[in-house]
């Protein structure tokens, strides 16, 4: 496996998320009763899985990594922008499920802020994984492939993290709201 074929697995799962977060959206726009403890998980695998691990892992290696050989620089500076408008928007459906929890009727702003992470994730994935053909095919050399991989390999809590993602988004697609 290389960098760029483990951040397009972690697109995979993404992919997932994004079908459930529309989900998530639409039926709670219909007046659907979708337990607290499941947009928990929704956000939590927001958190946890795309913004602190993929997130970082194109951040803090990939991005670096692909910029070194001078080249991809204006497309990488707008990744990074659209990972900020995705942290924003993550943090409106949170305040928003908080204050929810609270007593106060935020089923709309929670719904409306899931659909436009939704919309986040399916364009950002599609400009991402465009990139990526191209930084493979065009940019990195392969022992650079192999070190980053190997990176995100060697942090074990990373590695068991993902796995936990996973069975949770596993979880949230075998939900009754889900299903319908």
Known sequence: MSATNQLRADHDQVKRLEKIVFKCSDEL?????????????IMIVISEFV??????????????CVSNHD??????????????????VARQISRHLKLWK???DEREPVS?????YGVFLKDHLHKENKFFDDAE????TKEEEVDMYEEYKSVFAVVKKVEE???EIAFLESCSWYQK
């Open 29 to 41: 726009e219909q007046g659907t009763e979708i337990p607290f403890s499941d947009l928990n998980k």
């Open 51 to 64: 913004d602190t691990i993929h997130h970082s892992r194109e951040e803090d290696s990939y991005f670096p």
């Open 71 to 88: 080249t991809l620089k204006e497309e990488i500076h707008r990744f990074l922008v659209e990972h900020e408008f995705g942290r924003n």
């Open 102 to 104: 609270g007593g106060s």
């Open 112 to 116: 409306r802020f899931l659909k436009a």
């Open 137 to 140: 095919a065009n940019v990195l």
């Open 165 to 167: 993602m996973i069975a």
